[in-house]
């Protein structure tokens, strides 16, 4: 699988549709599924220290979406994810992600942007927030991706392990844009930098001053 070249990625040198309508529409139908912390999720066997639910989400849009138009921007159907969740709870290894009942892919989407959203601690941890949002606003682009980098060392291992992986993931989305899903880093961003990097609490005027910083930062991990 693509996901896991080890060629680039200095960021890690160690070791909607998705818009925000959409999100909390999908917040309020699924409220409370998952709230889990990475250190009580199922571990991949291959993929070190990186949950089995985003290694079997993104394996399956490896498989059957990359190509496919508006990847992870649009939302999936919801009675069919909710099928789909039921069925992960009863067993995560034993359920087929390509059952008739639930097997469009933006289901599967939905279903990583989802578990992403409701962890208890996100990847980006939150008493880093502060850190990270200053240096998405450092205005020097070699000094910002320096900050970004030393961050990133910084972050407890499952979550340094799981933002590598999916960041590897949305490099390899991002690059078929051009030729076929139209979804290139900057879109990516918008869907997944509320969900990686959120604060400890958010009101609306938060949500609408943070949000620009939130989708640069994870837009620069994706391209870099």
Not at 95 to 107: A, K, L, P, V
Request: glycine share 4%; aromatic share 8%; proline share 3%.
């Amino acid at each position: 699988m693509q996901v896991v070249s080890n060629s680039r990625r200095p960021l890690f040198g160690r070791k909607i549709s998705g818009g925000q309508h959409d999100m909390q529409r999908e917040d309020e139908e699924f409220n409370g599924f998952f709230k889990k912390s990475l250190s009580e999720c199922e571990m991949s066997n291959v993929y070190k220290d990186v949950p089995l639910i985003v290694v079997r989400c993104v394996e399956e849009v490896e498989k059957r979406g990359i190509d496919v138009e508006g990847i992870y921007r649009v939302s999936g159907n919801t009675s069919e994810v909710r099928l789909l969740m039921d069925a992960i709870q009863r067993d995560l290894t034993a359920t087929s992600f390509i059952d008739e009942r639930w097997q469009g892919i933006h289901n599967v989407t939905s279903l990583l942007k989802l578990f992403l959203r409701e962890l208890g601690q996100p990847i980006f941890p939150k008493d880093m927030y502060d850190n990270f949002m200053s240096a998405s606003k450092v205005e020097d682009e070699d000094h910002r991706l320096i900050m970004l980098k030393q961050l990133i060392q910084e972050l407890p291992p499952l979550n340094f392990s799981t933002l590598r992986f999916l960041t590897r993931h949305l490099h390899h989305v991002a690059s078929k844009a051009e030729l076929s899903n139209k979804m290139y880093a900057k879109n990516l961003a918008i869907v997944f930098g509320p969900t990686l990097v959120r604060r400890e609490v958010s009101d609306m005027e938060h949500i609408m001053s943070d949000m620009g910083n939130q989708c640069n930062i994870v837009e620069r991990l994706i391209v870099h």
